[in-house]
């Protein structure tokens, strides 16, 4: 029997408080606390696992669990919300994950450089990403395909609807040795938008998909420098 704080386990029969037993939902929808106490429950996972098949097993379901897409959403959106409700702690996080792991960025930085060499698509995505990020002056909250009302594979079609002859997605970029390439142009250039923060109607004009066009980088460098000549 208990008082109100504590319980009698079901299977060693001793005495415990409450937070010795682990939650439960009820088939009503209200929490109630498991029969065995932790202790005992532990015992029992500890035996079913010191058995290798049912280890194995047990790997399996866990991985097969975590592979699938819409666990794997969850996790990252929760972890996305959890973020942006914990900038700081995020941010003191990255930077003592990065410190303590420089190998690991090292291998992160060149599967990145080799992804960006052999992907233009993923490359004009993390394009993107980066001048909505810089155009929203860093204040940019979760992904930017949230922030405009098109999706990656429409903005894709998009491009390629106004790809001049000689365009497509192999000369994608900015040029290293002078070849013909061709960038993501704003027909009314950034610098004309006053932007205020990701709500605003001049964020929403200056992204939008009728704003943007593919155009061949000397042309789309002679823009800037008129622009800025004129600003
Ligand atoms: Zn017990």
Same mark, same amino acid.
């Given at each position: 029997m208990t008082d109100g704080t504590s319980k009698v386990c079901r299977k *060693?029969?001793?005495?415990?408080p409450f937070n010795w037993f682990y939650k439960q939902i009820r088939e009503n929808g209200t929490y109630g606390r498991r029969a065995q106490c932790k202790k005992c429950l532990l015992d029992t996972k500890h035996k079913y696992?010191?058995?290798p098949e049912n280890r194995k097993k047990q790997q399996k379901t866990y991985k097969e669990y975590h592979n699938k897409l819409e666990v794997k959403k969850r996790k990252r959106n929760n972890r996305i919300i959890w973020e942006i409700k914990n900038k700081e702690r995020t941010a003191i996080n990255l930077k003592r994950w990065k410190k303590e792991n420089p190998n690991k960025i090292k291998i992160l930085r060149l599967r990145q450089a080799r992804k960006r060499s052999n992907d233009p698509l993923w490359r004009?995505?993390?394009?993107m990403s980066r001048a909505i990020r810089k155009s929203l002056?860093?204040?940019k909250n979760g992904s930017w395909t949230n922030l405009v009302d098109y999706s990656i594979e429409e903005l894709k079609m998009h491009l390629e609807q106004g790809w001049e002859d000689w365009m497509s997605w192999d000369? &994608?970029?900015r040029p290293k040795n002078g070849e013909q390439k061709w960038v993501i142009?704003?027909?009314k250039? %950034?610098?004309l938008f006053i932007i205020i923060d990701? &709500? *605003? %109607?001049e964020f929403k004009d200056c992204w939008a998909l009728n704003n943007l066009q593919p155009l061949s980088w000397i042309e789309n460098s002679k823009k800037h420098a008129r622009y800025m000549e004129g600003a």
């Amino acid at each position: 029997m208990t008082d109100g704080t504590s319980k009698v386990c079901r299977k *060693c029969g001793l005495i415990y408080p409450f937070n010795w037993f682990y939650k439960q939902i009820r088939e009503n929808g209200t929490y109630g606390r498991r029969a065995q106490c932790k202790k005992c429950l532990l015992d029992t996972k500890h035996k079913y696992l010191a058995n290798p098949e049912n280890r194995k097993k047990q790997q399996k379901t866990y991985k097969e669990y975590h592979n699938k897409l819409e666990v794997k959403k969850r996790k990252r959106n929760n972890r996305i919300i959890w973020e942006i409700k914990n900038k700081e702690r995020t941010a003191i996080n990255l930077k003592r994950w990065k410190k303590e792991n420089p190998n690991k960025i090292k291998i992160l930085r060149l599967r990145q450089a080799r992804k960006r060499s052999n992907d233009p698509l993923w490359r004009m995505q993390n394009n993107m990403s980066r001048a909505i990020r810089k155009s929203l002056k860093d204040n940019k909250n979760g992904s930017w395909t949230n922030l405009v009302d098109y999706s990656i594979e429409e903005l894709k079609m998009h491009l390629e609807q106004g790809w001049e002859d000689w365009m497509s997605w192999d000369n &994608y970029g900015r040029p290293k040795n002078g070849e013909q390439k061709w960038v993501i142009d704003h027909i009314k250039p %950034q610098v004309l938008f006053i932007i205020i923060d990701q &709500y *605003c %109607q001049e964020f929403k004009d200056c992204w939008a998909l009728n704003n943007l066009q593919p155009l061949s980088w000397i042309e789309n460098s002679k823009k800037h420098a008129r622009y800025m000549e004129g600003a």
